[in-house]
């Protein structure tokens, strides 16, 4: 089966440093995302991004989160300043067509962010 | 704000037991409704969907789901367990119209004793 794969699989970055986490979709997917999870709490969503641009965005995608598709098959998720807080593991996700026609969203194994 | 509960955090069985785990959300318009299970070490993988037609859905590894739209519910069902079901099972909503995105519940984490 097609998978989503994500690299690295856990970093250590320090509170204030850039952090780029990467993720190549299934190749013949058009919307890409990304969601996270803090330990303990909900899976939440953070960007959904098709035809090259960002579609949907929750209040948690602030200033200091920008995502890329630099090239054909790469998707990534930059953040710009880390904080404690960002601590979580990321997923990655895409599929054929958005969720709201019922499609099935493909995660990652995600990557696990901690900040100290 | 739409939202699901998933009422069980934690619950433990034995092989062979039954196993109901809940799932409500709160929205009243159309929605897609799916489970996704995590097993240790591993990705979210899709259990089941239900996007339209018969409610009751039947999905992978003997897993099936009710969709009962009165109730706003979609509790995942298996009859017998095994210790390999041992895992982490998320129910989500994504709505028919307006934003693409799934939203989770906080999960239910199951340990299945041999």
């Known amino acids: 089966e097609p998978e989503v794969t994500q690299t690295p699989s856990h970093q250590v970055t320090q509170m204030g440093q850039e952090v780029i986490l990467r993720c190549v979709p299934i190749s013949n997917h058009l919307y890409f995302y990304w969601y996270r999870q803090i330990l303990g709490q909900k899976v939440e969503f953070l960007v959904s991004?098709?035809?090259?641009?960002?579609?949907?965005k929750s209040e948690i995608f602030d200033d200091q989160f920008s995502v890329e598709r630099p090239d054909g098959s790469n998707f990534t998720l930059k953040i710009r300043s880390t904080k404690l807080e960002d601590s979580a593991m990321y997923f990655c996700a895409s599929s054929e067509e958005g969720p709201r026609t019922g499609n099935t969203i493909y995660f990652g194994e995600g990557s696990w962010l901690t900040v100290v | 704000a739409q939202s699901v509960s998933q009422h069980n955090h934690h619950v433990i069985l034995s092989e062979a037991a039954s196993l109901e785990l809940g799932c409500n959300y709160s929205?009243?318009?159309?929605?897609?409704l799916f489970w996704y299970v995590q097993y240790p070490g591993q990705h979210l993988q899709l259990l089941l969907k239900?996007?339209?037609?018969?409610?009751l859905v039947k999905g992978i590894k003997g897993f099936e789901a009710e969709f009962i739209k009165s109730k706003f519910s979609f509790n995942l069902r298996k009859p017998s367990v095994q210790w390999s079901d041992t895992a982490e099972y998320f129910c989500a909503v994504s709505l028919n119209t307006g934003f693409q995105k799934l939203v989770f519940g906080t999960g239910t984490r199951l340990l299945v004793s041999p």
């Open positions: 239900y996007f339209s037609g018969d409610p």
């Open positions: 991004f098709y035809n090259n641009e960002i579609s949907e």
């Open positions: 929205y009243g318009g159309t929605v897609n």
